[in-house]
């Protein structure tokens, strides 16, 4: 049975758009991505190292070669570990789709964050 918890008010994300928060002794990090709120563990499935201490951005994407094709800026987020990018939105990873971040449906009240766990 899932219930919502409040983690936090929409202002708490910072100029950032990102923040940490512990909910019963679990580390998720909170994202503003296009204006939603989005949830992920703190854990990278590759290494387990902090993921949400990485860096949010955009990836590659495909291009003739000797190109470079840069997008998908503020929807990714890279492991400060070893690089590994994940989708914000969903969690999955890019290089190996059989990995992929922990996410939360997150509900938006007002100015309140809530989880669903």
């Known amino acids: ?14 100029p950032e758009g990102r923040r ?24 990278c499935p ?7 201490l ?6 590659t994407l495909p291009s003739p070669p000797g190109e470079f094709r840069w997008g998908r800026e503020g929807e ?6 070893h690089g590994w990018e994940f989708e914000l939105r969903g969690g999955a ?3 190996d789709r059989r990995r992929h971040l922990r996410t939360y449906p997150v509900h ?9 766990i």
Do not use: K
């Not at 998720?28 to 992920?40: E, M, R």
């Open 76 to 81: 990714i987020l890279a492991c400060p570990w």
């Open 93 to 95: 990873c890019l290089s």
């Open 1 to 14: 049975m899932s219930r919502r918890v409040e983690v936090a008010r929409t202002a708490d994300l910072g």
């Open 54 to 59: 990485g860096r949010v951005g955009g990836t």
């Open 20 to 43: 940490l928060v512990d909910v019963e002794g679990v580390s998720i990090g909170l994202f503003q991505v296009d204006g939603a709120v989005v949830a992920v563990r703190n854990v």
């Open 108 to 116: 938006v009240d007002g100015d309140r964050i809530l989880l669903e």
């Open 46 to 52: 590759h290494a387990f190292g902090p993921v949400c």
